[in-house]
């Protein structure tokens, strides 16, 4: 990120005026977009090409330093105006030396852009969008898709939300190499739900904190095994194994553990079912960590139904004979968003996502006027 503070002689100039002397390859159709995508602000706001600045004024641009050398320096500005044309973005065409789409960074993101659309379009018919507005989409994941990649091969929700964003045309390949919009909480991959994720630098900005100061509340179903009669907040500690990939829960801080972590989870129950012995409950999460929901209520003896890490072998077994249960039975089902300027649409909105099958396949729909 590009930060300059308006001086006294710069103050009374607009905007775009001065954007051009700072980015002087750059063409006016791209510093406009950018202004209206909040790629560059203006004192943390959005801001028009025709802004007057002011003295004190603090100008952000988001770009890569990349971006930024090519967009300030001006190198071989003579080949250009001989060789090529400047297309809108301010880049050579023809013969020029600047062109994204003459080199091997363009060709790259010319492949990773066929990548994403061909993404977006395999999972177009499975992930539905439950809201979105110009900087956020919250998004419903079913079980079995990755959040984001693990490996180099992967395909995850990240790769579908730019993928979307490219055949939506509300991003284009010069935008990409700017910024990647960006999933911002993490769901397992047997997990299905809402996730969040920001179209934009801001709504990644605004969703990161909102889940870091936990001023965000979302909400779990779950069906665990055994009976649960009344709502309780438990507490512990929680280190990962990382060898196993597992999390472990004490009762006491591990001072051993350089990233052993305090949790907090609320749940109170919905319905039992006594056929089953399961119960279906409703989690808050108070703090989030990694497998927090799942080895916490392991811990307390009410693992979840078909959870291989930390479930109970012989109850999943049960649970995947009668009802082809192979993965955990957790679901997020509900984000409430809390009251702030800065969200626009989502201020005070409720996401629900709808419950899965595999719920209704086990337990009907016992629960559904509690729900």
Not at 7 to 25: A, F, N, V, W
């Amino acid at each position: 990120m590009y930060q300059k503070i308006v001086s006294t002689r710069e103050e009374g100039q607009r905007l775009d005026k001065y954007l051009h002397k700072i980015l002087p390859e750059a063409g006016n159709g791209f510093l406009c977009k950018m202004l209206r995508k909040k790629s560059i602000t203006l004192n943390d706001k959005k801001a028009d090409a025709g802004d007057k600045i002011c003295y004190g004024d603090v100008l952000k641009i988001y770009f890569s330093d990349d971006t930024l050398s090519k967009f300030m320096n001006g190198s071989n500005d003579d080949d250009c105006s001989k060789n090529g044309n400047r297309n809108s973005n301010g880049n050579c065409n023809s013969n020029g030396n600047r062109s994204n789409t003459d080199n091997g960074a363009g060709s790259r993101l010319k492949e990773e852009c066929l990548s994403y659309r061909n993404c977006y379009k395999k999972f177009k018919d499975k992930i539905d969008i439950l809201f979105e507005d110009e900087d956020i989409v919250a998004a419903d994941k079913p079980a079995g898709i990755l959040s984001q990649k693990a490996e180099k091969t992967d395909v995850s929700v990240n790769e579908w939300l730019i993928g979307y964003m490219l055949e939506s045309g509300e991003m284009d390949e010069d935008e990409l190499s700017l910024f990647r919009p960006s999933v911002c909480n993490r769901l397992d991959r047997n997990t299905s739900g809402i996730i969040l994720c920001g179209k934009t630098i801001t709504g990644e900005q605004i969703l990161s904190e909102m889940l870091r100061e936990r001023t965000l509340d979302k909400y779990y179903l779950a069906a665990v095994t055994g009976r649960i009669d009344k709502p309780q907040e438990i507490k512990g500690y929680l280190s990962k194994n990382h060898r196993t990939n597992k999390v472990v829960i004490t009762q006491t801080h591990d001072n051993e553990s350089a990233d052993s972590d305090e949790i907090h989870t609320y749940y109170r129950p919905l319905s039992y079912d006594k056929d089953n012995d399961a119960t279906i409950i409703e989690v808050k999460l108070i703090t989030g960590k990694t497998h927090q929901i799942r080895a916490h209520l392991s811990s307390v003896g009410h693992p979840l139904i078909g959870d291989v890490k930390y479930g109970n072998e012989k109850r999943n077994r049960y649970f995947r004979d009668r009802y082809g249960i192979r993965s955990q039975m957790l679901h997020c089902s509900r984000v409430e968003f809390p009251e702030d300027e800065r969200l626009k649409e989502a201020s005070k909105v409720v996401i629900l996502s709808p419950v899965p099958q595999k719920f209704v396949s086990v337990f009907g729909n016992i629960y559904e006027d509690r729900y």
